[in-house]
């Protein structure tokens, strides 16, 4: 969708709820998924009228970019709930620590110990996801599937983080399905109960495999 389709911010919101809930319906129980809105790549004035529809969960992958326009959103509207879902290098983990409320992107040791000691420096003690690189894929970043028990566990044991939830970004040339199913089978085994998986392209796939996040960009703020 372009960002000039004659669609309101309000009426893309709606129509990805719906969508969101239909595919829910089709699951036992209906449990909805949280919507994070990916703002990454948009500016104040295009995120402002999302926020004014309703939505509170937002996501950025870049710390830098994201410190140019959340400080000033946050303020205007204190309910807002800003996730990190990028790649978190450790000399940034105090911003990120300081400005994000949900760290999706916990992926190392070194990472993991640096970001504990920011928040236990900064007192805010931060729900986090491992990203699990569910593809095997060389490029992408995400802790190892054979790896990913454990270091959920050294996770909360060694360095103290609050694990909710793994997070995964699928191979874009699979059908992202049964990485989905795969994600769900690592949680239980891991012990942790979020599930934040699905994109724009496949965020009913993802509700679907029990996804309790999904991560939405372009089907809500237009193609970047
Ligand atoms: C950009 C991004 C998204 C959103 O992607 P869309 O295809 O625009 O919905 C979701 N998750 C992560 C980690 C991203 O970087």
Same mark, same amino acid.
């Given at each position: 969708?372009?960002?000039?389709?004659?669609?309101?911010?309000?009426?893309?919101?709606?129509?990805?709820?719906?969508?969101?809930?239909?595919?829910?319906?089709?699951?036992?129980?209906?449990?909805?998924?949280?919507?994070?809105? =990916?703002?990454?790549?948009?500016?104040?004035?295009?995120?402002?009228?999302?926020?004014?529809?309703?939505?509170?969960?937002?996501?950025?992958?870049?710390?830098?970019?994201?410190?140019?326009?959340?400080?000033?959103?946050?303020?205007?509207?204190?309910? *807002?709930?800003?996730?990190?879902?990028?790649?978190?290098?450790?000399?940034? /983990?105090?911003?990120?620590?300081?400005?994000?409320?949900?760290?999706?992107?916990?992926?190392?040791?070194?990472?993991?110990?640096?970001?504990?000691?920011?928040?236990?420096?900064?007192?805010?003690?931060?729900?986090?996801?491992?990203?699990?690189?569910?593809?095997?894929?060389?490029?992408?970043?995400?802790? /190892? =599937?054979?790896?990913?028990?454990?270091?959920?566990?050294?996770?909360?044991?060694?360095?103290?983080?609050?694990? =909710?939830?793994?997070?995964? *970004?699928?191979?874009?040339?699979?059908?992202?399905?049964?990485?989905?199913?795969?994600?769900?089978?690592?949680?239980?085994?891991?012990?942790?109960?979020?599930?934040?998986?699905?994109?724009?392209?496949?965020?009913?796939?993802?509700?679907?495999?029990?996804?309790?996040? =999904?991560?939405?960009?372009?089907?809500?703020?237009?193609?970047?």
């Amino acid at each position: 969708m372009s960002p000039n389709a004659p669609e309101t911010a309000a009426q893309r919101l709606a129509d990805i709820k719906t969508r969101m809930d239909r595919a829910a319906g089709r699951l036992e129980g209906g449990a909805r998924a949280n919507l994070v809105a =990916v703002s990454k790549t948009f500016d104040a004035s295009a995120i402002a009228p999302v926020i004014e529809a309703g939505q509170r969960h937002f996501g950025e992958n870049r710390v830098q970019e994201a410190q140019g326009k959340w400080p000033a959103l946050k303020s205007a509207y204190r309910d *807002i709930v800003l996730h990190l879902i990028g790649p978190l290098q450790t000399n940034k /983990a105090g911003d990120a620590v300081g400005l994000f409320d949900v760290i999706e992107s916990v992926d190392r040791d070194k990472l993991a110990r640096v970001l504990s000691g920011e928040m236990e420096k900064q007192n805010r003690h931060l729900p986090c996801f491992v990203q699990v690189n569910i593809g095997g894929e060389e490029q992408k970043a995400g802790v /190892a =599937v054979s790896e990913t028990v454990a270091f959920v566990a050294r996770c909360r044991d060694q360095y103290g983080l609050d694990i =909710v939830g793994l997070m995964c *970004i699928p191979p874009v040339e699979d059908a992202p399905g049964p990485y989905f199913a795969q994600l769900a089978r690592l949680a239980t085994e891991a012990g942790v109960s979020q599930l934040s998986m699905g994109m724009s392209s496949d965020f009913e796939t993802a509700i679907l495999m029990g996804a309790t996040q =999904v991560r939405v960009g372009s089907a809500l703020f237009g193609a970047r």
